[in-house]
């Protein structure tokens, strides 16, 4: 079962690796124009935060780890 923490964490997660396209100069147009369009609207780290502070109370939820950075990606490359 996927608890509130680590949703968040993988929303954090996947708004890293969207940033991240906008920054790199192997990433194609218009996958950069779908990642700014998506973040957007996506919701901030503060924002991530709270909601799981929220949450915070939910049987099994911790509500701490998902701060922690990711493993780097190997090669530093998002497609591996």
Excluded at 6 to 20: N, S
């Amino acid at each position: 079962m996927t608890m509130p923490d680590e949703r968040a964490r993988a929303l954090r997660f996947a708004g890293e690796v969207l940033r991240e396209m906008l920054n790199r100069d192997d990433v194609p147009a218009d996958l950069k124009l779908q990642a700014r369009s998506t973040l957007r609207h996506y919701p901030t780290p503060q924002q991530l935060e709270w909601m799981v502070r929220d949450l915070s109370g939910a049987p099994g939820s911790s509500g701490q780890y998902w701060f922690a950075a990711e493993d780097p990606v190997p090669g530093g490359s998002l497609t591996g």
